[in-house]
């Protein structure tokens, strides 16, 4: 069985509050199982890594054995087999806006989707999404991301299983209007050691990129007014690993 998947993806980013802008960027990610992660070739080793200090929990745990732990003290048993869908470090760096999960039980039963939120400020979010058969779900936003945006609003996300092809929505609501929303489409390819060098060929450097081109969006709108919304204290506090349950409203049902 093939474990391990790239997807050459374009990502869209529309801001609709205040002011109407929009940019897109093409990349790649990896689709990889969480108990069978790739290994490449002693050379491409540089290309793709995968570090449990880089998604949630106790870096000296591997990243299974985390998602595990966030589900358990959720009331949710272990999955018998989890996807997980991000960048994988690239030479030294890597930088992940949304990171995603779809656990399934050992009849291959879908049990959960988790989502893990990056900020530009070094803080991690994981949010537990009850989806319809579709992959649909709305959340409480309760993490800080854009200086541009307040900590409020409701998230409401597709986010199907990739299969071969990848399509998944967020969009950011706010006072009953769509302040923000992302995109993200790309194709399925096998991650031979050939196609991992090709996207990384094609796409320099792809982890550093995505976190410069984030910053310099930032710029560009402050520059052109947008308000900058500081960062408190408590969105400072949210932005910790959150293995234990916190309190916070989820709506379900579909956008």
Not at 6 to 22: I, K, M, P, Q, T
Not at 99 to 108: H, K, M, Q
Not at 118 to 126: A, L, S, V
Not at 217 to 226: Q, S, T
Request: proline share 7%; glycine share 6%; with cysteine.
């Amino acid at each position: 069985m093939v474990t391990a998947f790239l997807y050459e993806a374009e990502v869209g980013h529309r801001r609709r509050e205040r002011l109407d802008d929009a940019f897109t960027q093409r990349l790649y990610l990896w689709l990889v199982d969480l108990d069978d992660l790739p290994r490449l070739p002693a050379p491409l080793r540089p290309l793709a890594r995968f570090r449990s200090a880089d998604h949630l929990g106790d870096p000296r745990r591997s990243i299974r054995e985390n998602l595990d732990a966030f589900l358990a003290a959720r009331g949710i048993a272990r999955p018998a087999r989890v996807l997980m869908l991000a960048h994988a470090r690239v030479l030294g760096y890597v930088f992940n806006p949304i990171t995603l999960y779809w656990c399934r039980d050992a009849a291959g039963a879908l049990v959960a989707v988790v989502a893990e939120v990056h900020n530009t400020y070094g803080g991690r979010h994981h949010y537990l999404l009850d989806v319809d058969g579709e992959g649909r779900a709305r959340v409480d936003k309760d993490f800080y991301v854009s200086p541009f945006f307040p900590v409020d609003g409701e998230y409401r996300m597709r986010v199907p299983e990739p299969g071969a092809t990848l399509a998944a929505t967020v969009v950011l609501r706010r006072e009953g209007a769509t302040a923000f929303v992302a995109t993200l489409r790309g194709r399925r390819r096998a991650a031979t050691p050939l196609a991992v060098l090709a996207a990384a060929v094609r796409h320099p450097a792809v982890t550093l990129r995505v976190a410069a081109a984030i910053r310099h969006r930032g710029v560009r709108l402050w520059v052109r007014g947008v308000p900058v919304v500081p960062r408190t204290p408590a969105d400072a506090d949210r932005g910790l690993d959150q293995l234990e349950p916190r309190p916070l409203t989820r709506h379900t049902g579909a956008p």
